[in-house]
């Protein structure tokens, strides 16, 4: 049995008197434990709607949903304790107290016996460099230091499995870094699921090895990272400059998609070797200077999502 | 101590400890407190130079009157505010989603928060202005240890039916977007019905009758009447009887209107 068991879930809205809304089109997945996977699509997806029936504060329209065992809109408090969640957006963490003191009180919310609290507490504190910022008020944190307290929050309580809800919204760029560092050693060490909504690829590229697409309600892909940067990613492009300006290269296994003065740049599939189109470039007319740009999974993504 | 209980002491305190952490405004609240009460005894004083026993009361009795309502203001957070209102911001910012997740009744989480606040504002904005008062006029106090005893049961069953009136108000917030018209006019009825402008005991026929056993009666005048002695023996026992009844009336109504609110948010979708 897998850890989360999704079939056919299927979430309405009702709008108005008779408009109902499908915010999750019969989608389908298993996540097993220890599993890191990334679930993405763009605004208005469903992907909120998605991890809301996960945790349980939502009820499905129909479809089957298991999270460890339990249909998690019945057994929620149950579920609680087996669950850690944060939003980026969001914040579980007691605005005017002292970092500490909403610790303190998680510790008695979910009953963490006292050294298992002091034992997850010093290693959070110390992988996420928070020791100093205990006793500090949780309004005079910086973003990213708040983040941090609320992923310590989420996880004191040792939850098998890990909803991230865009958590490195509005971070710089080494928060973002120190924050998928984090993520990854409590993977390898704790083996905690980790599902994790983002907008930020490159979350994805350090943290997941499967990735979800969903767009309108749908599941578009469900899959592992290289197969997605595979698939839509059908071409490279090899970018060339010419010594002069000159019309439009013509080699065989390749198409020129653009000529701008002396530089143009050549489409090949993916899964072609570049070596065959390099060498009849370069034989056939006089370079400055070639580079090869590998598929960017944005287009990739950006085409599976105007694909519907 | 793992337990229950331990949970929602240690929410009470934190609650107690965060309302501390403001000094600037509990010195400037204790001076308002003070000044309001020094000018509503003075007005009130000349009312009963007018009226020497309205409403049973004399000029003692109304002076003390009008310190225990500076006390109460908030104690009880009389005109709303407290851990209701931090709920209502909650909804308001969908951050209440959060609360769902937690295995903790949100009443009861509230209700413990609002009791560490009301600690806070009892030994801050309640005793201090109190003893202003006591230095500068004549006040009554209760007269032997069962009546100390029967107003500190008083006290903490006004605090609960104001928590479950200012929590029922916030709920609101789950429907309507915008609260501020319902909690205005809320502040407004809290103010009039509890007597804190004008002591309940003076209205007269049926319409005194009628706020003296309404629930803001429980505020000011039923612990009030306590204090002073007006209530004693059954009278006493009725009207902690009376307060308590519309605590257990509007904390079940609490109850049932989150249970909705719930299935609300977790069927509906919010």
Redesign the interface.
């Known amino acids: 049995m897998s850890l989360i068991e999704v079939r056919d879930l299927r ?1 309405t ?2 709008v108005r008197r008779r408009d109902d809304v499908v915010a999750v089109h019969d989608v389908s997945f298993d996540i097993e434990p220890g599993e890191m996977v990334g679930y993405i699509g763009p605004n208005g997806a469903g992907k909120s ?1 998605t991890i ?1 029936m996960l ?5 499905p329209t129909s479809g089957h949903l298991r999270v460890a065992g339990v249909d998690p ?1 019945k057994r ?3 579920l ?2 087996r669950i850690g ?1 944060v ?1 980026g957006q ?3 963490l ?1 605005w ?2 002292p970092l500490r ?1 909403s610790f ?2 998680l510790q ?4 963490i ?1 006292p050294a298992r609290y002091r034992q997850n507490l010093d290693r959070f504190l110390e992988l996420l460099d928070l020791g100093d910022l205990l006793d500090t ?1 949780v309004r005079q944190l910086s973003l990213g230091q708040r983040m941090r307290g609320d992923i310590t929050a989420a996880l004191l309580h040792d939850p098998e499995i890990l909803y991230l809800d865009e958590p490195t919204i509005g971070l710089d760029v080494v928060s973002k870094g120190r924050l998928r560092e984090f993520l990854r050693a409590l993977n390898a060490e704790r083996a905690t699921t980790l599902l994790l909504t983002t907008h930020d690829l490159q979350d994805i590229e350090a943290l997941c090895d499967r990735v979800m697409v969903i767009d309108h309600g749908s599941l578009v892909f469900d899959g592992a990272l290289t197969q997605l940067q595979a698939r839509g990613g059908s071409s490279r492009t090899l970018v060339v400059d010419l010594v002069d300006e000159r019309p439009a290269i013509e080699v065989p296994g390749a198409v020129t998609v653009r000529v701008d003065g002396p530089r143009q740049w050549l489409t090949f599939p993916a899964d072609a070797s570049a070596a065959p189109i390099v060498s009849a470039v370069a034989a056939g007319y006089d370079v400055a200077d070639l580079s090869i740009q590998e598929p960017d999974i944005e287009d990739v993504i950006r085409e599976l999502y105007a694909g519907r | 101590m ?1 337990g229950p209980g ?2 929602y002491v ?2 009470a305190t ?1 609650a107690f ?2 309302y501390s ?1 403001y000094t600037g405004a509990t010195v400037a609240g204790i001076f308002t407190n003070s000044v309001f009460g020094v000018i509503s005894s003075f007005v009130l004083i000349a009312v009963w130079r007018a009226n020497p026993d309205a409403g049973g009361y004399d000029t003692t009795d109304v002076v003390t009157y009008v310190w225990l309502g500076q006390a109460m203001i908030m104690t009880i957070a009389l005109w709303g505010g407290g851990a209701p209102a931090d709920l209502a911001a909650r909804i308001k ?3 209440v ?2 609360d ?5 009744g949100i009443l009861g989480w509230y209700l413990a928060a609002d009791v560490g606040r009301s600690a806070f504002h009892l030994l801050s904005r309640g005793l201090v202005p109190t003893l202003v008062g006591g230095l500068l006029f004549d006040l009554r106090y209760p007269s032997g240890p069962w009546v100390w005893m029967a107003f500190a049961a008083s006290l903490p069953l006004a605090l609960l039916v104001s928590f479950a009136i200012r929590f029922l108000l916030a709920m609101t917030a789950f429907w309507i977007l915008d609260d501020q018209g319902a909690t205005l006019l809320a502040s407004a009825a809290a103010v009039f019905f509890s007597g804190l402008t004008v002591p309940l005991v003076l209205f007269p026929g049926w319409f005194g009758d009628l706020v003296r056993v309404l629930p803001w009666a429980s505020y000011l005048q039923v612990p009030a009447d306590v204090w002073l002695g007006q209530r004693s023996g059954w009278s006493a026992v009725a009207g902690l009887g009376l307060q308590a009844g519309w605590a257990a009336i509007l904390l079940g109504a609490c109850a049932l209107l989150l249970r909705v609110a719930e299935r609300r ?5 919010g």
């Open positions: 979430r809205f009702r709607t809301k945790t349980g504060i939502l009820v809109s929620r408090t149950a609680a304790s969640v939003f969001r914040t579980t007691w005017d107290l003191d303190e009180l008695k919310i979910y009953r016996p008020p | 793992n331990s949970l240690a929410i934190r400890r965060r952490t910012s969908g951050d989603a959060l769902f997740y937690r295995p903790v948010v977790v069927v509906q979708g």
